[in-house]
């Protein structure tokens, strides 16, 4: 039979095909089998709020390299799926497109909105579904998962009830972040602090009995309604004369307000003196709380004053409000003036509005306890983080850990499972929905209005998804999971709080290691956004490139250091070009394999050095590969593969193979290396471009062939019989040589076919022995009209050749009658002189202490680059000059 691919390469073409077979024949199903090591990664569930972005592309492709290596490595693999219900982000999604129609929430009702955030929700997870199969996901589909399933919602409420009656959950009146805009509560990790261009308002308030004032710097003045204290620090002699009895008068409102004595105060800001606004200030709070001060809100939930301000206030908003004061102020004479200032302020995570510090009832859950086991679990080594370096703002975030308040003002999401009595005013905590009073038996109750924090179910997803609380035998196989691989910008909300959560209910970690990836950036280290409109969408460079070339692009870019990756669309050609050059080289052996033809064992045959030598080289790869992906270094293994399959098997071995098979004597041994190289090398690329190889795998001729599909292959293991490292150290030198004599062509701008009269010269017999068992091999692959092997002793060099310089040897190109070799060398000086310039320009700028202090990094990154660029191409002239 004609073993053949078809055309050029068309990955749509077989993608969806392939994806199919291995789904209907249940390839990704893990079944439990006790005499197997179990291998298993929980995926960071999307969210249902709308498409992959290019960080999701990535992380799950990270993900599916693992898992598809672990089960060719024989475990027994499983990848669990699920998506997330985004509690805010989904609101906001269902709250926009009732606003398009001129509605809001309260028109539908809670019942008839959350039907609708279901279809909303229903809607996006099909369309993740397809993305994350798109891409080449192996998960066990059959497993798959939802933060507010049925199964989940039960772990929630146990683990709610359990933390209460632990006395690790109590509701309190705290103050929290509140964004107006979506609103809700929001943890201390949900806010974004963003440096925004403001101001350093100066407002002076009289001591009451005196004609004397103490002036205060905010940046916010609206909030001057709701003071309630001046605080000084007691060793700052400018207050020295005044005591904690003495009264100062708020400006427009008349209140009287306490002078207090606090250590918080920075005497070298400004005047030294603070004004208290505990209800809208967490520092203000701190103190208000250690001086027993009145807490005084002046904030509806909708963000507009209240009726704790005068009633011209009333309903303004923050923006409004703040002209109005600064206003009145000037006209009492209060108002000192302004310094325009930029300052962080803090954002909300999801619509990136504006966070007010908000006074309010809350549930919250006590950290501290909990932080303990969690972080003695990483810093024990239970769980390993990769990168190392994250391990200390892991410890930090332990340390320093704050209660989480885990109510949210919405209706989507898990029901916070508290029920109140209307008659008696019971309140009761139950894993089940309550129907009557516990205490006194009335039908007349209510359930808190809140659902919980989004996080708070996801927190439970390595054991959750398994059925906890109900102890099952898969549980106990695949619990600890083997691997998370995430992004470092969740290492608190989600991966720190998960192994909090194992260690507490678990009693072990939910993971043994966590790898933390960069986040995607755009081409020039912008963070991508739909405003900037730097996206790129990984759905479109797989329908340009093929989702091979995406996987291989990505995974050839990332680092274990975890850097962020600035990402150019162009890239991913590299990718594309990789898989072709797979596709031509498969197509290329196969179309050399006669109908009849009866390939045998490799064992079978004589083998040649050459043979050896990609023999060799192979093990060496995959021992590499196999190495690097247990460390997690997935840009390592993609480069060992690239280096391997293209500048080793296709550029030497496929070259000099192409002479062999012209000789019937060696043409059926030819055959069995390269497709003996071929099956390996298809295996072990497999986990990074699973289509391309697998289609290639399923042409291979059927001897070759020891499984039903490539992906449930065994992993290729290096075999120490075919490694032979002194006929590699031989084919360093030869490359070395062939490489030197290519490169005179392309130095002076030869024809690529141009016949070229070479000249040997050697000083050490290893040199003169490894040319001359190549010759023939040298002279091919670098297409030479003479090659002359002779002592340096015995001859001189030719005037008017290349000169290329080895360890006990060198090659002399004769380019006499071939290039004008003066007007050759003039215009090399001229090239140098200019990339001399351009360098010279390039270190002036970055030695130029204004620019490296006021630039944007990125642009110092772009001539750091440049300089790199000009130094390389100035030695690469420098040389070729001096080897005339």
Not at 230 to 235: L, M, Q, R, S
Request: hydrophobic residues 35%.
């Amino acid at each position: 039979m004609k073993h053949t691919l078809e055309g050029a390469y068309t990955p749509k073409n077989i993608e969806d095909k392939l994806y199919n077979f291995w789904k209907e024949n249940g390839f990704f199903h893990a079944v439990m089998d006790k005499n197997k090591e179990p291998y298993s990664i929980v995926i960071p569930p999307p969210n249902v709020t709308g498409v992959l972005h290019m960080g999701h592309g990535l992380n799950n492709t990270l993900q599916d390299i693992l898992i598809r290596f672990h089960r060719m490595l024989g475990k027994c693999t499983l990848w669990m799926p699920g998506t997330d219900h985004a509690g805010i982000a989904t609101q906001n999604v269902v709250e926009r497109r009732l606003k398009a129609e001129g509605k809001n929430k309260h028109d539908l009702g809670r019942e008839a909105f959350v039907k609708k955030t279901w279809e909303v929700a229903n809607e996006h997870h099909s369309i993740i579904v397809k993305q994350l199969e798109k891409i080449g996901c192996s998960c066990d589909w059959d497993r798959e998962r939802f933060t507010l399933d049925e199964g989940l919602s039960n772990a929630v409420r146990e683990v709610f009830v359990e933390l209460y009656n632990q006395g690790l959950i109590y509701r309190g009146k705290y103050l929290i972040n509140y964004c107006p805009s979506c609103g809700t509560a929001l943890a201390n990790d949900e806010v974004e602090h963003e440096e925004v261009a403001g101001a350093l308002y100066h407002v002076k308030y009289q001591i009451e009995g005196k004609d004397e004032y103490i002036e205060i710097a905010t940046t916010r003045p609206e909030t001057i309604l709701a003071d309630v204290a001046i605080a000084v620090h007691p060793d700052d002699e400018r207050y020295a004369h005044l005591t904690e009895q003495d009264i100062l008068i708020l400006p427009i409102v008349g209140r009287k307000l306490r002078l207090v004595k606090d250590t918080y105060v920075d005497k070298e800001f400004g005047t030294g003196a603070l004004k208290i606004t505990p209800a809208h200030d967490p520092n203000d709070f701190a103190i208000a709380q250690r001086h027993n001060l009145e807490i005084i809100n002046i904030l509806n939930a909708d963000g507009t004053f209240n009726e704790n301000t005068p009633a011209n206030y009333q309903g303004k908003t923050v923006k409004e409000a703040r002209a109005l004061i600064i206003h009145e102020l000037e006209k009492i004479g209060a108002f000192v003036g302004k310094d325009n200032i930029k300052h962080q302020v803090g954002h909300c995570y999801r619509c990136h509005n504006v966070v007010e510090p908000y006074y309010s009832d809350q549930w919250f859950v006590k950290m501290k306890p909990l932080a303990e086991k969690a972080y003695k679990a990483v810093n024990d080594g239970n769980t390993k983080i990769y990168p190392e370096r994250w391990i200390n703002t892991y410890n930090h975030w332990m340390t320093d850990i704050r209660d989480w308040c885990i109510s949210r003002q919405l209706w989507w999401g898990h029901r916070i499972p508290v029920w109140y009595c209307d008659d008696c005013g019971e309140m009761m905590v139950s894993k089940t929905d309550i129907t009557e009073c516990t205490k006194c038996k009335s039908k007349n109750i209510h359930q808190d209005e809140d659902v919980l924090d989004t996080w708070f179910s996801s927190w439970l997803w390595p054991f959750s998804t398994f059925g906890w609380p109900e102890v099952n035998e898969e549980l106990k196989y695949f619990y600890p999971t083997t691997a998370l691989v995430t992004g470092y910008d969740i290492l608190f909300f989600w991966v720190a709080r998960m192994i909090m959560a194992g260690t507490h209910f678990m009693n072990d970690v939910p993971f043994k290691d966590v790898y933390l990836n960069g986040l995607i950036r755009d081409k020039i280290g912008r963070k991508m956004s739909k405003s900037l409109g730097n996206g790129i969408d990984p759905i479109e460079i797989i329908d340009e490139h093929g989702a091979d070339a995406f996987r291989f692009t990505l995974s050839f870019i990332t680092s274990l250091g975890g850097q962020d990756i600035w990402l150019d669309r162009e890239l991913f050609k590299m990718g594309g070009k990789f898989a072709n050059k797979i596709y031509n080289s498969a197509k290329y052996i196969f179309g050399n394999i006669d109908d009849n033809a009866n390939i045998k064992d490799l064992d079978s045959y004589t083998l040649e050095n050459k043979d050896k030598w990609i023999l060799s080289r192979l093990q060496k790869a995959i021992e590499s590969t196999t190495q690097k992906l247990k460390e997690y270094r997935f840009d390592e293994a993609s480069q060992t593969i690239y280096k391997f399959y293209w500048n080793e098997f296709c550029d030497w071995y496929i070259e000099i193979s192409k002479f062999d098979l012209k000789d019937e004597s060696k043409k059926e041994k030819t055959i069995a290396v390269l497709l003996y190289v071929l099956e390996e090398s298809m295996a072990m690329i497999h986990p990074f471009m699973p289509f391309i190889t697998e289609e290639i795998y399923s042409n291979l001729p059927k001897h070759n062939i020891d499984s039903k599909a490539l992906m449930i292959r065994e992993y290729p293991k290096a075999n120490a019989k075919y490694i032979f490292e002194d006929i590699e150290k031989d084919f360093n030198l030869i490359q070395d040589i062939v490489s030197g004599i290519r490169n005179s062509r392309s130095s002076f701008n030869l024809p690529p076919n141009k016949k070229l009269d070479v000249i040997i010269r050697y000083t050490s017999d290893y040199f003169k022995n490894t040319a001359e068992s190549y010759k023939d091999i040298i002279s091919a692959l670098s297409l030479t009209e003479s090659l002359n092997i002779v002592s340096s002793s015995e001859s001189e060099r030719n005037k008017g050749s290349f000169v290329k310089v080895f360890e006990g040897g060198e090659i002399n190109v004769n380019l006499v009658g071939i290039i004008d070799l003066e007007a050759e060398k003039k215009r090399l000086e001229k090239e140098a002189a200019g990339y001399k310039k351009d360098l010279e320009a390039v270190n002036k700028k970055l030695s130029n202490e204004n620019f490296m202090k006021k630039a944007k990094q990125e642009a110092i990154d772009t001539e750091n680059r440049k300089k790199k660029e000009f130094e390389d191409k100035l030695k690469g002239i420098e040389e070729v000059l001096s080897s005339l």
